[in-house]
């Protein structure tokens, strides 16, 4: 290979899959996991927060074998037993008496809360899993989950997550280049998931939601991951929905998708096509990603 590849973000020459191979023959027989530990050690590669970037290594190896480029060792377990899914169940002790107003009215009543533990992780996936047009998936990265609660019953549902690797719009809305989009994309965040639970038909809550979360991502983000962010995106099928409630909440739509989906690395263009909304969380955002 004479040219350098980009994999997760990383530039990858001849010298660094010299190193890899070398580390599989060396290190091999101790399983993919510990290659991958080894590597990030000596590469130093780290999350915002200084952990080691496992799982992103784990993928990155994955991407170059798919390539043809290494061989990965054999598995010395299943990545997860047969037949394994999220388990995903229909919420049942939450009361679904139609919840009716306008959010001047009820807001003040409505707590937002930070999905912690397993108790409210798993009613987050139930619900999302339940009644979410696209279900709950399994996420990687970093990434935010949040409640919204009307009298301790769940009316609504957040989450945030890794940004897009690579969109047009919002590339050229930025202006950054692909040096900076590499190095700087930790920066942006993903509004991925935002649910308002069908028996709740309160007018202005979903833009209601979107300004309190998007008030409080930084500094949950910093907490959590020891990071700030300075721009959200997030994407609305334009099949099925308008946006209104994101340009409500002083969001931006900057263009729309080409039917490509995260992973589309074939063009074939078979996902729905899709708005491009973002919220800057600083003034300074482009001086962040730009400079």
């Given at each position: 290979?004479e040219q350098?590849?980009?994999?997760r973000?990383?530039r990858i020459?001849p010298d660094?899959?010299?190193?890899?191979?070398?580390?599989?023959?060396?290190?091999?027989?101790?399983g993919?996991s510990?290659v991958?530990s080894?590597?990030?050690?000596l590469w130093?590669?780290?999350?915002?927060?200084?952990?080691?970037r496992?799982?992103v290594?784990?993928?990155?190896?994955?991407q170059?074998e798919?390539?043809?480029?290494?061989e990965l060792?054999a598995?010395?377990?299943?990545?997860?037993r047969?037949?394994?899914?999220?388990?995903i169940?229909?919420?049942?002790?939450?009361d679904?008496?139609?919840?009716?107003?306008?959010?001047g009215e009820?807001?003040?009543?409505?707590?937002?809360e930070?999905v912690?533990?397993?108790?409210?992780?798993?009613?987050?996936k139930?619900?999302?899993?339940t009644?979410?047009?696209?279900g709950?998936?399994?996420?990687?990265?970093?990434?935010?989950?949040?409640l919204a609660?009307?009298h301790?019953?769940?009316?609504?549902c957040?989450?945030f997550?890794?940004?897009?690797?690579?969109?047009?719009?919002?590339d050229?809305?930025?202006?950054?280049?692909l040096?900076r989009?590499?190095?700087?994309?930790?920066?942006?965040?993903?509004?991925?998931r935002?649910?308002i639970?069908?028996?709740?038909?309160v007018?202005?809550l979903?833009?209601?939601?979107?300004?309190?979360?998007?008030?409080?991502?930084?500094?949950?983000?910093?907490?959590?991951?020891?990071?700030?962010?300075v721009?959200?995106?997030s994407f609305i099928?334009t099949?099925?929905?308008?946006?209104?409630?994101?340009a409500?909440?002083?969001?931006?739509?900057v263009?729309?998708?080409?039917?490509?989906?995260?992973?589309?690395?074939?063009?074939?263009?078979?996902?729905?096509?899709?708005?491009?909304?973002?919220?800057?969380?600083r003034?300074?955002f482009?001086?962040?990603?730009?400079?």
């Amino acid at each position: 290979m004479e040219q350098e590849l980009i994999v997760r973000g990383r530039r990858i020459g001849p010298d660094d899959l010299d190193q890899i191979r070398g580390l599989i023959a060396q290190e091999g027989q101790r399983g993919r996991s510990h290659v991958s530990s080894q590597l990030c050690e000596l590469w130093d590669w780290r999350q915002a927060n200084g952990e080691f970037r496992q799982i992103v290594c784990r993928d990155l190896l994955l991407q170059l074998e798919a390539k043809g480029l290494i061989e990965l060792p054999a598995r010395l377990t299943g990545v997860r037993r047969p037949g394994y899914s999220n388990r995903i169940g229909i919420p049942r002790q939450i009361d679904r008496t139609p919840l009716d107003g306008w959010i001047g009215e009820i807001g003040h009543q409505i707590t937002l809360e930070r999905v912690q533990g397993r108790q409210q992780l798993q009613l987050f996936k139930d619900l999302i899993g339940t009644y979410h047009y696209l279900g709950y998936r399994q996420a990687t990265g970093a990434q935010l989950k949040y409640l919204a609660c009307y009298h301790s019953q769940p009316i609504a549902c957040l989450s945030f997550g890794p940004a897009a690797y690579q969109l047009a719009p919002r590339d050229e809305w930025i202006g950054w280049d692909l040096e900076r989009r590499l190095e700087r994309l930790p920066w942006l965040v993903n509004n991925d998931r935002l649910l308002i639970l069908p028996w709740v038909r309160v007018e202005g809550l979903a833009s209601y939601l979107l300004c309190q979360s998007v008030h409080r991502l930084r500094a949950d983000w910093q907490q959590v991951y020891r990071h700030d962010l300075v721009l959200a995106e997030s994407f609305i099928q334009t099949e099925r929905f308008a946006g209104t409630c994101y340009a409500a909440s002083h969001w931006q739509c900057v263009g729309v998708t080409r039917g490509r989906g995260r992973n589309d690395r074939l063009n074939r263009r078979a996902a729905p096509l899709k708005s491009i909304w973002l919220y800057p969380l600083r003034p300074d955002f482009r001086e962040i990603l730009c400079a």
